[in-house]
């Protein structure tokens, strides 16, 4: 476990220090000036400069970029060149909001699309395994900014049933992370469904049914779990992306999250905050995949000895 456990963190450092590279690369390859940005569009050319100068952005790229780890390091991502804020209290400020629309939001497809995967592999090829997966293929198919559109007009301007936008209270999240959770649950269904029959058909539930076992206890006990595996890895890069920000969803609801922080960093073309976004999702992306590789571990323990 612990030799495990030192691989995995090893393997996250080295992703992170990549992902480091690969942003640095990017910022600077795109064609924004930092210093005009900071300066205003009506900045005059010494004062640009100046600025230039006081950021250091004629040194070398290596000198450049040595300095942004040393300052990553020390857990400084840098500071806003429109509201001169500081990138991590500007994330760790928004985080809440996107990490409680991710939570609930999760909860909510997880609790309708697992029972529905689990009754649509039971009545495989029958009328209610067909019109669950029809529903599903139209739900995926919806694009995310319309569905939100529609259930913001019907269920919150016509009927007052929720909020419309903004964010006050837990209110705010229900209708957001119902929109999140329609257009995912199709998917999800569609995936613990393709698992169970494949499972369903393994020579080991032949034999629990062989030896006496209650169909619901082969079901649950066995095949379910077995079938989750797939399903959590999957899960786990799902979560990972909402934590780090949902951007269509956030900004249709006007919520305050990590989504509507990066959409308007790059509009004002605030790079550090930029950079800051990126980085932080993909710490959340690394972290949860440590997280799933031990939920695999719990679920079916012979993959530890693999």
């Known amino acids: 476990m612990i030799k495990r456990l030192i691989h995995r963190l090893l393997w996250a450092v080295m992703i992170l220090w990549g992902a480091t590279v690969i942003t640095f690369i990017i910022a600077h390859a795109v064609p924004a000036d930092p210093a005009r940005v900071y300066a205003g569009a009506n900045a005059d050319a010494e004062t640009i400069a100046r600025i230039r100068l006081e950021m250091r952005l004629d040194d070398p790229l290596i000198v450049q970029y040595t300095r942004y780890l040393g300052k990553l390091i020390q857990g400084d991502l840098g500071t806003s060149l429109v509201t001169n804020e500081r990138v991590l209290d500007a994330i760790i400020l928004r985080f809440?909001?996107?990490?409680?629309?991710?939570?609930?939001?999760?909860?909510?497809?997880?609790?309708?699309?697992?029972?529905?995967?689990?009754?649509?592999?039971?009545?495989?090829?029958?009328?209610?395994?067909?019109?669950?997966?029809?529903?599903?293929?139209?739900?995926?198919?919806?694009?995310?900014?319309?569905?939100?559109?529609?259930?913001?007009?019907?269920?919150?301007?016509?009927?007052?049933?929720?909020?419309?936008?903004?964010?006050?209270?837990?209110?705010?999240?229900?209708?957001?992370?119902?929109?999140?959770?329609?257009?995912?649950?199709?998917?999800?269904?569609?995936?613990?469904?393709?698992?169970?029959?494949?499972?369903?058909?393994?020579?080991?539930?032949?034999?629990?049914?062989?030896?006496?076992?209650?169909?619901?206890?082969?079901?649950?006990?066995?095949?379910?779990?077995?079938?989750?595996?797939?399903?959590?890895?999957?899960?786990?890069?799902d979560v990972a992306a909402l934590l780090g920000g949902v951007v269509f969803t956030e900004n249709v609801f006007a919520l305050p999250g990590l989504g509507t922080l990066a959409l308007q960093s790059v509009f004002n073309l605030d790079v550090p905050m930029i950079m800051g976004v990126v980085l932080f999702s993909a710490t959340l992306v690394v972290c949860s995949n440590i997280i799933v590789d031990f939920i695999y571990q719990w679920i079916d323990p012979r993959i530890e000895s693999e």
């Open 96 to 237: 809440p909001t996107t990490a409680a629309l991710s939570i609930s939001a999760v909860i909510l497809w997880l609790l309708l699309s697992i029972p529905l995967g689990v009754l649509t592999s039971i009545y495989q090829g029958r009328f209610i395994d067909r019109t669950v997966l029809f529903i599903g293929l139209i739900v995926i198919s919806l694009p995310v900014f319309w569905l939100a559109r529609m259930l913001q007009y019907y269920l919150a301007y016509r009927t007052g049933l929720f909020p419309v936008a903004g964010y006050v209270n837990w209110t705010h999240i229900i209708l957001p992370a119902i929109t999140l959770a329609i257009v995912t649950t199709g998917y999800y269904a569609r995936l613990v469904h393709t698992n169970m029959v494949e499972v369903l058909n393994q020579e080991f539930v032949r034999v629990a049914r062989a030896k006496g076992l209650s169909e619901w206890r082969v079901l649950f006990k066995h095949v379910l779990r077995n079938a989750l595996i797939p399903v959590v890895t999957i899960l786990g890069l």
